[in-house]
């Protein structure tokens, strides 16, 4: 049971958009920075959002990022198949004093 | 350009201890806590704990005390994840991974090694 709480999958059709959710509490989401990892079959994860909603250099701006209170939100538009992957959200539990991680959600390009 | 390799896959025996290490390059090593992550086989990434490169003091997460151990070598930018008395519930690929300086936040992991599999056989 993951502290961070993503659905297990979304998807949607070539060209369009598809959002992407994580819920936390106040001890995690709600006191610290979100980050976005982008996990392709068999490779490490990659960061596509950090600090909520900046992009590392590389990262096309059809990929966004947002978050209010105690969740937040990973946007991607325009979905091509190479999006097809695994997405985690990622922060800092306070109460843990440990970093968490959401259980992962599966895109689908139709 | 940054970089992290790590050590080649493992293939051990229930009981064994192994020890994976994650070389470092293209920054200066001791600005960067280096964070290890699990992801068990069909699983989700899981927070292990890190390191302060600058003073050698390991932090661990629940779950992650007592059989697991980081320790580093600065003279070759280098960190080291060992487990020891291994379970075959610890196979799993093992990442380690950076924040970078453009990050507010320590626990955005902008650089990855690209993980090592350790599987544990009984």
């Known amino acids: 049971q993951s502290v961070l709480t993503q659905p297990p999958s979304v998807s949607a059709a070539p060209g369009q958009k598809v959002t992407i959710s994580c819920s936390g509490s106040s001890s995690n989401i709600g006191s610290d920075y979100v980050s976005w990892y982008q996990q392709l079959p068999g490779t490490a994860p990659k960061l596509l959002i950090y600090d909520n909603n900046k992009r590392p250099s590389g990262i096309p701006d059809r990929i966004s990022g947002s978050k209010s209170g105690t969740s937040a939100t990973l946007g991607i538009t325009g979905l091509q198949t190479g999006d097809e992957a695994n997405y985690y959200c990622g922060t800092w539990d306070s109460t843990l004093s440990a970093g968490v991680f959401g259980g992962g959600t599966k895109l689908t390009v139709l | 350009q940054v970089q992290l390799v790590q050590s080649g896959s493992e293939l051990m025996q229930s009981g064994a201890s192994v020890k994976v290490s994650c070389k470092a390059s293209g920054y200066t090593f001791i600005n960067y806590a280096m964070s290890w992550v699990r992801q068990a086989p069909g699983q989700g990434l899981e927070w292990m704990g890190r390191i302060n490169t600058n003073t050698g003091n390991p932090t661990y997460a629940q779950g992650f005390t007592g059989r697991f151990v980081f320790s580093l070598d600065t003279s070759v930018s280098t960190t080291y994840l060992q487990i020891s008395s291994l379970k075959a519930e610890d196979t799993a690929v093992y990442y380690c991974?950076?924040?970078?300086?453009?990050?507010?936040?320590?626990?955005?992991?902008?650089?990855w090694g690209q993980g090592t599999l350790v599987t544990v056989s009984s």
């Open positions: 991974a950076i924040p970078s300086r453009f990050c507010i936040s320590t626990n955005c992991f902008h650089f």
